[in-house]
């Protein structure tokens, strides 16, 4: 059966593997920048209160970076299924995930229906 709204295999690989490596890359200077990773200081309950400032930037790196790895396992995952043959189906239905919404957002599980119902 021919399927006209079939998405671009190639082309979605293509921007998972790229973003991958983006997120990779926003990773790694994450630790750079982090100025607890970067320069091993310890954020203390300290007297002073010189410290809070470390302690709430590397709060925000953590977040950021929490981020980056749940995303980085949604692209693992999603390249995972292109292996696999089952890549563009939607978790919870079982239907075709809408062509343009892979395309727009390769990592997405669910079609348009069931992430409007749940979303996540
Ligand atoms: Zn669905």
């Known amino acids: 059966m021919l399927n006209l709204h079939r998405p671009n295999l190639v082309k979605i690989k293509n921007i998972l593997l790229r973003q991958q490596k983006q997120v990779a890359e926003q990773l790694k200077s994450i630790e750079k920048e982090d100025p607890v990773t970067a320069s091993n200081l310890v954020p203390e309950a300290s007297e002073s209160g010189t410290e809070s400032w470390l302690a709430e930037a590397?709060?925000?790196?953590?977040?950021?970076k929490k981020d980056l790895i749940s995303l980085s396992g949604g692209i693992t995952k999603s390249l995972a299924k292109l292996k696999r043959g089952t890549y563009g189906k939607c978790e919870k239905c079982g239907k075709e995930i809408e062509a343009a919404r892979l395309e727009a957002m390769p990592t997405a599980n669910f079609c348009l229906a069931c992430s409007k119902k749940s979303p996540k």
Not at 58 to 64: D, S, V
């Open 58 to 64: 590397h709060g925000k790196f953590t977040t950021l």
